[in-house]
């Protein structure tokens, strides 16, 4: 599979409420691929392609933009910052539903591979969970 199943995709775009993880715009609503996208936190060519999950929940977000445009155009070029906040998952955390986001949205959660969240009281802030990773 190269990509999100519709079924994924719409448990996604549920779970983050049709609005972008980052900005917190609502985009469901507009054209998808131009004005907002399904983002894999572990990119496909980044080592996630042949991970069992890398096509679940937990590992997408609604961002605005294209990946060079919007919220999504951010993560892009700024990686370092999108890792701490938890937009991306580096390489070395073994899922994506082990490393907490900072959700525009949602709070401070981290994310099922069912579609759901788990809030995030006080701990680990995403870039703990993986900063000692080598």
């Known amino acids: 599979m190269s990509g999100f199943s519709a079924e994924?995709?719409?448990?996604?775009?549920?779970?983050?409420?049709?609005?972008c993880?980052?900005?917190g715009r609502h985009v469901a609503h507009l054209e998808r691929g131009v004005a907002w996208s399904v983002h894999h936190r572990?990119?496909?060519?980044?080592?996630?392609?042949?991970a069992d999950w890398i096509n679940r929940a937990a590992n997408g977000?609604?961002?605005?933009g294209s990946g060079t445009t919007g919220c999504h155009g951010w993560v892009e070029?700024?990686?370092?910052?999108a890792r701490e906040l938890g937009f991306l998952v580096p390489r070395g955390?073994?899922?994506?539903?082990?490393?907490?986001?900072?959700?525009?949205?949602?709070g401070h959660v981290l994310l099922t591979d069912e579609?759901?969240?788990?809030?995030?009281e006080e701990g680990p802030s995403p870039e703990s969970m993986w900063k000692d990773v080598a």
Not at 42 to 50: C, Q, S
């Open 115 to 120: 579609g759901g969240f788990i809030p995030v």
């Open 61 to 64: 977000l609604v961002l605005c």
């Open 8 to 19: 994924v995709s719409e448990q996604i775009i549920v779970r983050d409420l049709g609005c």
């Open 93 to 106: 955390v073994l899922r994506a539903d082990e490393v907490s986001i900072v959700h525009a949205v949602l």
């Open 42 to 50: 572990r990119p496909r060519g980044m080592g996630g392609a042949g």
């Open 77 to 81: 070029k700024h990686r370092d910052r």
């Open 21 to 23: 993880a980052r900005c």
